[in-house]
């Protein structure tokens, strides 16, 4: 498999990766496989991620995913309290960019995830164990995305039409607190025409080499058969996957 190898100073932007699971599985061709892996360098660190089969990473390189990576990234200079490490999308949403509509709704990219380093929000570098960082966050990760999942849809919707009506956000049950992250799940609905798409946000954290971590996943398409519990297991799956990768 392909990797690509980025450089980050403290507080510079670093480049995309990550996530999907059966439900979002696109075409497993060697292009899409090989856009599956990042290497990132992160403070003083090298940290390590792998995508779920079925999406690929926002290459900035390519024509199509350049503004839409830019946007995003742009979007997070301006909200100055994260750092953004990538964007995963639908493989088959990437490859239809620019395309979307009633009748093709991936072309709009509904479902991305967001890979963030909150190093401003939340710390750098911070001298804990996984455990006990897991512990500190479950205490105060639903105020915390109370004060910013707003922030991360918006970004989120940068891939799609401005035209689009999306829906208020509305959390769905209480966090789940694993041995490899905290993650909260919410509702939101987007409205394409007369057409209805349901979505899943899901916000999640965890510590890789003493660094923070969260991802910001928008579940679209899909969503309508996925239950709450299934959005946390998602999330989760991939948490402890990057724990894995990092060790």
């Known amino acids: 498999m392909r990797h690509f190898i980025l450089t980050l100073a403290t507080v510079a932007l670093l480049l995309p990766s990550l996530p999907a699971d059966a439900q979002m599985r696109a075409t497993g061709s060697a292009a899409n496989e090989a856009r599956r892996t990042l290497i990132a360098r992160v403070g003083e660190e090298t940290l390590h991620f792998e995508a779920p089969l079925g999406m690929c990473f926002v290459d900035p390189t390519k024509q199509g995913e350049r503004e839409f990576y830019a946007n995003v990234r742009d979007f997070f200079t301006r909200k100055a309290d994260e750092t953004l490490l990538g964007i995963f999308a639908p493989c088959q949403g990437?490859?239809?960019?620019?395309?979307?509509?009633?009748?093709?709704?991936?072309?709009?990219?509904?479902?991305?995830?967001?890979?963030?380093?909150?190093?401003?929000?939340?710390?750098?570098?911070l001298d804990l164990t996984l455990a006990e960082y897991l512990d500190l966050r479950a205490a105060s990760f639903e105020e915390y995305l109370g004060l910013t999942i707003d922030a991360w849809s918006a970004a989120s919707n940068v891939?799609?039409?401005?035209?689009?009506?999306?829906?208020?956000?509305?959390?769905?049950?209480?966090?789940?607190?694993?041995?490899?992250?905290?993650?909260?799940?919410?509702?939101?609905?987007?409205?394409?025409?007369?057409?209805?798409?349901?979505?899943?946000?899901?916000?999640?954290?965890?510590?890789?080499?003493?660094?923070?971590?969260?991802?910001?996943?928008?579940?679209?398409?899909?969503?309508?058969?996925?239950?709450?519990?299934?959005?946390?297991?998602?999330?989760?799956?991939?948490?402890?996957?990057?724990?894995?990768?990092?060790?």
């Open 94 to 125: 990437l490859a239809n960019m620019g395309s979307g509509g009633v009748n093709n709704p991936e072309g709009q990219v509904m479902s991305t995830g967001l890979l963030l380093w909150p190093q401003r929000s939340v710390g750098n570098k």
């Open 159 to 247: 891939s799609l039409d401005p035209s689009l009506v999306v829906s208020d956000i509305e959390q769905l049950g209480p966090l789940e607190r694993s041995d490899a992250a905290v993650s909260a799940v919410f509702a939101q609905e987007v409205r394409v025409g007369g057409e209805k798409h349901p979505l899943h946000l899901v916000g999640a954290t965890t510590l890789l080499r003493d660094h923070p971590i969260e991802v910001a996943l928008r579940l679209g398409r899909f969503a309508k058969d996925m239950e709450k519990e299934q959005a946390h297991e998602f999330a989760q799956k991939f948490m402890a996957q990057q724990v894995a990768l990092n060790r």
